[in-house]
């Protein structure tokens, strides 16, 4: 056991641009795809993650240093530390938890594909980490490693959950087909999102706007395109921040290269994924009884749309804003600042690109994020300390965004129902699984029987 423990450790150890090719790779020789091609999808995939990352730190270094030399002008009283959700992966990956979560997360996810309780196959292992924190998270409230682990395998099941049930919206929005996003963090938001933008169709007036990134080019001109809102928003962060006219300058054509070189990154990664997808379709229509199998993938296929890039640098000054006004808020956003495209990306397909929608919709997210950070800080303060981080004399830690409602679910049923409330979660996770794989599908054949009946 312990030599397998060690292996995963290594294997972790590699990092995500190492271990991401390998398990495509295998992946697409399990689908069939020839080695030869499987080869060259696995590298394909790798550098598009190697290119996503030194975007997003590019960005992370420009303007998420320029946001925090504002911050030290305005936050003495908000004195609760945002370390940023970057830390999520080492951080769990370095526990028993995150570790066992491997191997169990690909045993149960196999499983339940075979018995048709859900249609997302979750390659994204790096992104294992935030089930791998919910466990921590239960740990730490119940003071039981087990009930963790538990924790840990139920959190699993409810991302395979939200990520068939948001399957097909987001598939269509970005053109994804035969990929399913499976990262948390941002299902988290989808699941927001869907009420958000029902409500915003019975308000008068604002159900009538629409600005989504073609509308803004047409009525602006070139101040409407993404490019050119990058540079502006980095400039006015930069004057903000009281840079010199090098550093202004410097950071507006950063953050204006963030925004035109994303989607290229992303068109890298999903040329690579295509022939997998593809292949897993022919996979299951051969192996599986015709079953719909989606392919789990990062979040970060979707940040380089337009309306997600806008919106989520519109957001940073938007956040610092509402840190400072909100009653009650002690979280200054320094390390969450860098990410939060993945925290929104999956909301803007449900208000259908629409940014008047999206800045509104993820503003009120913004500030259910900052207050559940806030009230969260105690336990991921433990959590580091479970993991054996140091957070030095730092006092509480948190990051804006392990204000989620899946956290705040968890952290409820454990505190109050213990390894039962976890049970309970699991339980109803299970039965939705089965309306929306098994019952929901099975319906819309029964209608689509009954309009070919009424044709013919």
């Known amino acids: 056991m312990d030599a397998i423990m060690q292996g995963l450790q290594w294997f972790i150890g590699l990092g995500?641009?190492?271990?991401?090719?390998?398990?495509?790779?295998?992946?697409?020789?399990?689908?069939?795809?020839?080695?030869?091609?499987?080869?060259?999808?696995?590298?394909?995939?790798?550098?598009?993650?190697?290119?996503?990352?030194?975007?997003?730190?590019?960005?992370?270094?420009?303007?998420?240093?320029?946001?925090?030399?504002?911050?030290?002008?305005?936050?003495v009283a908000l004195n609760i530390l945002d370390v940023g959700c970057g830390v999520g992966g080492p951080l769990a990956f370095s526990t028993t938890i995150g570790i066992l979560l491997i191997p169990l997360s690909l045993v149960?996810?196999?499983?339940?594909?075979?018995?048709?309780?859900?249609?997302?196959?979750?390659?994204?292992?790096?992104?294992?980490?935030?089930?791998?924190?919910?466990?921590?998270?239960?740990?730490?409230?119940?003071?039981n490693i087990f009930v963790g682990i538990i924790a840990s395998v139920v959190?699993?099941?409810?991302?395979?959950?939200?990520?068939?049930i948001f399957q097909d919206k987001i598939s269509r929005f970005f053109g994804f087909p035969g990929i399913a996003i499976s990262h948390m963090m941002a299902l988290s938001g989808a699941a927001l999102a869907a009420p958000m933008n029902w409500i915003m169709d019975r308000i008068p007036g604002l159900n009538k706007l629409n600005a989504d990134a073609e509308t803004l080019t047409k009525r602006f001109g070139i101040f409407g395109d993404t490019v050119v809102m990058g540079l502006?928003?980095?400039?006015?962060?930069?004057?903000?921040?009281?840079?010199?006219?090098?550093?202004?300058?410097?950071?507006?054509m950063s953050t204006a290269a963030v925004m035109k070189i994303m989607p290229k990154m992303v068109a890298m990664f999903m040329e690579g994924l295509m022939p997998v997808a593809e292949a897993a379709k022919e996979f299951a229509s051969r192996h599986l009884g015709g079953k719909t199998v989606n392919i789990g993938m990062d979040a970060a296929l979707t940040v380089g749309h337009p309306t997600v890039m806008s919106t989520a640098l519109i957001l940073v000054p938007v956040s610092l804003i509402l840190a400072l006004?909100?009653?009650?808020?002690?979280?200054?956003?320094?390390?969450?600042?860098?990410?939060?495209?993945?925290?929104?990306?999956l909301m803007?397909?449900?208000?259908?690109?629409?940014?008047?929608?999206?800045?509104?919709?993820?503003?009120?997210?913004?500030?259910?994020?900052?207050?559940?950070?806030?009230?969260?800080?105690?336990?991921?303060?433990?959590?580091?300390?479970?993991?054996?981080?140091?957070?030095?004399?730092?006092?509480?830690?948190?990051?804006?965004?392990?204000?989620?409602?899946?956290?705040?679910?968890?952290?409820?049923?454990?505190?109050?129902?213990?390894?039962?409330?976890?049970?309970?979660?699991?339980?109803?996770?299970?039965?939705?699984?089965?309306?929306?794989?098994?019952?929901?599908?099975?319906k819309g054949t029964d209608s689509s029987q009954r309009v070919q009946e009424a044709q013919g």
């Open 16 to 75: 995500s641009n190492v271990f991401l090719p390998i398990i495509i790779l295998v992946i697409a020789l399990i689908f069939g795809v020839k080695p030869g091609k499987a080869f060259i999808s696995g590298i394909t995939v790798g550098i598009g993650s190697i290119g996503l990352g030194l975007v997003i730190d590019l960005l992370s270094s420009t303007l998420g240093q320029a946001i925090q030399t504002m911050g030290e002008s305005y936050g």
């Open 108 to 143: 149960f996810n196999f499983l339940f594909i075979g018995l048709g309780l859900t249609k997302t196959l979750n390659v994204d292992i790096w992104n294992f980490w935030f089930p791998g924190f919910l466990g921590l998270v239960a740990w730490s409230v119940s003071g």
């Open 155 to 164: 959190a699993v099941m409810l991302q395979w959950l939200l990520a068939d």
């Open 232 to 252: 502006i928003i980095g400039a006015v962060v930069g004057v903000a921040a009281r840079y010199d006219a090098a550093g202004i300058g410097t950071l507006a």
């Open 325 to 345: 006004v909100l009653p009650g808020n002690r979280v200054l956003p320094f390390g969450e600042l860098a990410f939060y495209a993945f925290g929104i990306c």
């Open 348 to 442: 803007i397909p449900f208000f259908n690109g629409n940014m008047v929608r999206s800045l509104i919709g993820c503003t009120v997210y913004m500030i259910l994020c900052l207050y559940l950070s806030n009230w969260l800080a105690p336990v991921v303060t433990e959590v580091f300390q479970l993991a054996h981080f140091d957070v030095g004399s730092t006092g509480l830690v948190t990051f804006v965004l392990s204000g989620l409602w899946p956290v705040a679910l968890f952290v409820l049923a454990v505190t109050y129902l213990g390894p039962w409330g976890l049970l309970v979660v699991a339980a109803v996770v299970v039965v939705l699984m089965i309306y929306v794989n098994k019952v929901r599908p099975a």
